[in-house]
């Protein structure tokens, strides 16, 4: 995820001059028994956030926008945001948003942007779903979860996620994964040492061929 907002955010009444909250790794910071009451800029960290049946859709960092079913009036059904890391988020109430979308156009721009790449990142997955195999699916996932540079080389994924969490990210069986990623590591462009890497060339021809 893009780091569409920083801490040196200009604005009349920006998210830098708020207060901010800290979690630790492994955290809750809302589920179906605790529902968002309050929307999340996340400054620094990683945050998971998944359905009541345990699937994983999404896998946040900073930059990133999230809790904003929080401005629903009855929403029908509650995730769950888990730290995956130390996390650092900036909260608004809804009062709170609406003044500083008022008062700082700058700010709301960069909100709507976060929300759309959300949006954006979730249609991709959607269409994935419907038209891709599972080994596909897996390699753009690893793909989406890879740093936005260097754009050659070797580079480790911002997350290392387990089999089992890969396997609910996918809608697949941990066997399955565990069978994907051993493929890929004889082909070449996936490693693990402390943590997993991709060969971002070799990911690049993989897909290629795989579409």
Same mark, same amino acid.
């Given at each position: ?5 920083? +801490? ?10 708020? #207060? *901010? ?8 910071? @809302? ?7 309050? =929307? ?7 945050? +998971?956030?998944?359905?009541?049946? !345990?699937?994983? $859709?999404?896998? =946040? ?14 929403? +029908? ?14 909260? &608004? ?5 609406? %003044? ?6 700058? @700010? %709301?721009?960069?909100?709507?942007? !976060? ?6 990142? $979730? ?5 994935? &779903? ?7 699916? /897996? %390699? #753009?996932?690893?793909?989406?979860? !890879?740093?936005?540079?260097? !754009? /050659?080389?070797?580079?480790? /994924?911002? $997350? ?16 399955? *994964? ?7 590591? #004889? ?8 943590? =997993?890497?991709?060969?971002r060339e070799g990911l690049g021809e993989y897909l290629k061929r795989a579409a």
């Open positions: 995820m893009p780091r569409l907002f920083n +801490r040196r955010h200009k604005g009349h009444a920006g998210p830098q001059r708020r #207060r *901010v909250a800290n979690f630790a790794s492994g955290e809750t910071l @809302f589920d179906s028994g605790h529902p968002p009451r309050q =929307l999340y800029l996340l400054r620094s960290g990683g945050v +998971r956030l998944s359905t009541d049946n !345990a699937a994983i $859709y999404d896998l =946040l960092g900073p930059g990133s926008v999230f809790g904003e079913k929080s401005l629903l009036r009855s929403p +029908r059904r509650a995730d769950t945001a888990k730290a995956l890391t130390s996390v650092e988020v900036t909260p &608004f109430g809804r009062g709170e948003l609406l %003044a500083s979308i008022e008062h700082d156009p700058g @700010f %709301a721009l960069k909100l709507l942007k !976060a929300l759309a790449l959300r949006m954006e990142g $979730y249609q991709e997955t959607i269409r994935d &779903f419907v038209t891709v195999r599972a080994e596909s699916r /897996l %390699a #753009r996932l690893l793909s989406r979860l !890879a740093p936005g540079r260097p !754009a /050659l080389g070797w580079v480790r /994924l911002r $997350y290392s996620p387990t089999n089992p969490e890969l396997a609910r990210m996918i809608g697949t069986t941990r066997w399955r *994964v565990s069978h994907f990623m051993s493929k890929f590591q #004889r082909l070449g462009w996936l490693r693990r040492n402390k943590g =997993l890497w991709i060969l």
